[in-house]
Each structure stands twice: as structure tokens, then as C-alpha cells.
């Protein structure tokens, strides 16, 4: 089991940055691709980025490419995903998301979600 807690969002002005950070528990957190999705009101789930299980492969939406990272720290048990340049269109709830296979992760199919945080993008 994984408990995923995301952590860091809010209000910010367009252009500006946000740093959003999920915790998870447990003692396999090495063993678990992670990756963060968002949800805009109205619209589907999407993908935006994930990291593989040691941080050596990362794969970002098209939407989010260069202005978006992330990284994890497994001694830590945190990812976070640092997210600039931010336009009103990135307004959505963010999720955390954790799964064993990274391909899975990418498809959206993951086993773990957290609750989200709510990052909103005034113009």
C-alpha cells in the first residue's frame, strides 16, 4: 500500500511559479514510478509528467515541456514537480500518482492517487 499526500498549490499570477510536492509512505517508495496528472473543471484527467523509479527517466507532457519539472528524493520519499511560467490554462487539480511500471504511470492507469491540490492561474 501507498499513501500518496500532495502538498503546494494555490494562487498565482500568470508567469508565475509553483512548487508541488506529494509525500508517500511506505518503505518501497525506490520500487514505485511516480508521476502527477491534472484536472481542469470539465474537462478529462491528463497526463502531465512522471519520473521512473530512480529518477533516470522522465517524460513530460507536450503542454507543460520546458516550462515544467520533476525530480524525486527516495531518501525522502517525495517527488515534486516545479512547474513555471505558468499560463491560466495549467489551472486544474493536480494529482499524484504512484505505480509500480512507468509505462503504466504514462497511461494513466495507475494503482495510487492522492487527493490532489488545487493550483489556479490568474491571468
Known amino acids: 500500500q501507498v499513501q500518496l499526500v500532495e502538498s503546494g498549490g494555490g494562487l498565482v499570477q500568470a508567469g508565475g511559479s509553483l512548487r508541488l510536492s506529494c509525500a508517500a509512505s511506505?518503505?518501497?517508495?525506490?520500487?514505485?514510478?511516480m508521476g502527477w496528472f491534472r484536472q481542469a473543471p470539465g474537462k478529462e484527467r491528463e497526463f502531465v509528467s512522471a519520473?521512473?523509479?530512480?529518477?533516470?527517466?522522465?517524460y513530460n507532457a507536450d503542454s507543460v515541456k520546458g516550462r515544467f519539472t520533476i525530480s524525486r528524493d527516495n531518501d525522502k520519499n517525495t517527488v515534486t514537480l516545479q512547474m513555471n511560467s505558468l499560463k491560466p490554462e495549467d489551472t486544474a487539480v493536480y494529482y499524484c500518482t504512484a505505480d509500480p511500471r512507468y509505462k503504466t504511470i504514462v497511461a494513466g492507469t495507475s494503482e495510487y492517487w492522492g487527493q490532489g491540490t488545487q493550483v489556479t492561474v490568474s491571468s
Open positions: 519520473i521512473s523509479w530512480v529518477g533516470v527517466t522522465t
Open positions: 511506505g518503505r518501497t517508495f525506490s520500487s514505485y514510478a
